[in-house]
Structures are given as C-alpha cells and as structure tokens.
C-alpha cells in the first residue's frame, strides 16, 4: 500500500538555525499539506500546496516558513530561523484531491529546538 | 465559539462496551466530514468519512446531523485496540479543520 515518508523522523536544533523537513508523498496524489501538533494540543494546518504553488495558508505560517517541491516526488517545509516555539512533531499529508477529499499522513518529524 | 468542538474524555470503558463520541462544528459552509484515529505520538490515520445517509464500517458507525452540526461515531463491542485518540476533521473549502480529539481507553 503506497504511503507517505517523512525524513528525519526526529531533528534537534539551535534556536536561530534553519531546518528543512523532507517529505515524499503518494505518487499519484496532487495536493500536499503540512501540518503541525505541539505536544498535548491538537492537529493544526500550516499550508496546502497544488500545482506547484501554495494554495492555502494560515496564520501559523508566516515568513520563516516556506515550503518547494524540488523535484517530482519530494515536498519539503524550510523553517528559516527556529524559534522554542516551533518545536513539534510536524505531518506532511497528501491527498488525490482537494483538502475536502481524504488525506494520508506520513509518520511525521519530531522537531525540538532548544 | 470553537471551530470544531470534541469532548476530551478520557472515556473509559470496558472491553465490549459501546461508546460513542461526538463533534460539533461552526462552519455551516462545511462539505466534508471524516475521523481519524491517533495513537499517542503517531500520525492520524483515517477511520472512515462521514456521508449524509450515515455509514457503517464493521463495528464503526458515523453519523451527520446538518442541522445541529454535529457528528458522531459509534463503536460497538470495544477491543482494547481501539485505544486511541479520536479526532473529528470538517473542511469547508480546501482547509481541514481538527478537533484536539476525545480520548478512549478499552479496559480488560
């Protein structure tokens, strides 16, 4: 069954430092997401990506974010400047359709910025 | 009032019980319903969407009550490894919205 991967599965940073969270999604899937979950709180949207551009953003999204699909299988989510803050386990998600269609996660990176 | 609104539990329940969860919503605008279940520090995976008519999968029954927007899901006879959390997702446009989830742990 084809699934979604995530690398690495666990990143400690410096607070500052740059990190790049890595994805390949399901290969006939269209659309990709990244979500975040800070430990104990709920799952939460960052940013939808179809056709090569973002689609859809939320607040939580801001300038240190950026997300590119360098080639044609990854998908990958840059934090430009890691705050305390940003430490969570991060999901990329992909789905065939629209983020009304169904979405399938991948196990996730555990960032922790210290 | 929150988007999407779930009791956090913990329900606890014997193995064999029945127990049902349910999720309230803001969005009226909302099109698409569906449960995940997350195990503790995994991602969510899906349980079954959610379909106006109701659905049934095995022992998982989803309901939709548009006009109260709620949802909810019903697991007969329990089993220890239904253990998990149970997230509610609504999506109105392209963006899924969460619940934090109702917690259930199935006892021996």
């Known amino acids: 069954e084809p699934e979604v991967t995530q690398t690495p599965s666990h990143q400690v940073t410096q607070m500052g430092q740059e990190v790049i969270l890595r994805c390949v999604p399901i290969?006939?899937?269209?659309?990709f997401y990244w979500y975040r979950q800070i430990l104990g709180q709920k799952v939460e949207f960052l940013v939808s990506f179809y056709n090569n551009e973002i689609s859809e953003k939320s607040e939580i999204f801001d300038d240190q974010f950026s997300v590119e699909r360098p080639d044609g299988s990854n998908f990958t989510l840059k934090i430009r400047s890691t705050k305390l803050e940003d430490s969570a386990m991060y999901f990329c998600a992909s789905s065939e359709a629209s983020g009304r269609e169904t979405q399938y996660f991948g196990p996730g990176t555990r960032l922790l910025v210290l | 009032r929150k988007e999407v609104e779930q009791d956090p539990g913990p329900f606890n329940v014997p193995e064999g019980a029945t127990v049902a969860f349910n999720c309230t919503y803001s969005n009226s605008a909302s099109q698409s319903f569906f449960w995940y279940r997350q195990d503790c520090r995994k991602e969510p995976k899906l349980l079954m969407s959610?379909?106006?008519s109701g659905n049934e999968d095995g022992r998982f029954t989803a309901q939709l009550n548009r006009a109260s927007q709620y949802i909810s899901l019903l697991i007969r006879d329990s089993k220890l490894s239904d253990s998990a959390t149970y997230l509610c997702v609504v999506a109105g446009s392209y963006i899924p919205t969460f619940g934090r989830g109702t917690s259930l742990i199935v006892h021996p």
């Open positions: 290969s006939n899937h269209l659309y």
């Open positions: 959610v379909y106006s």
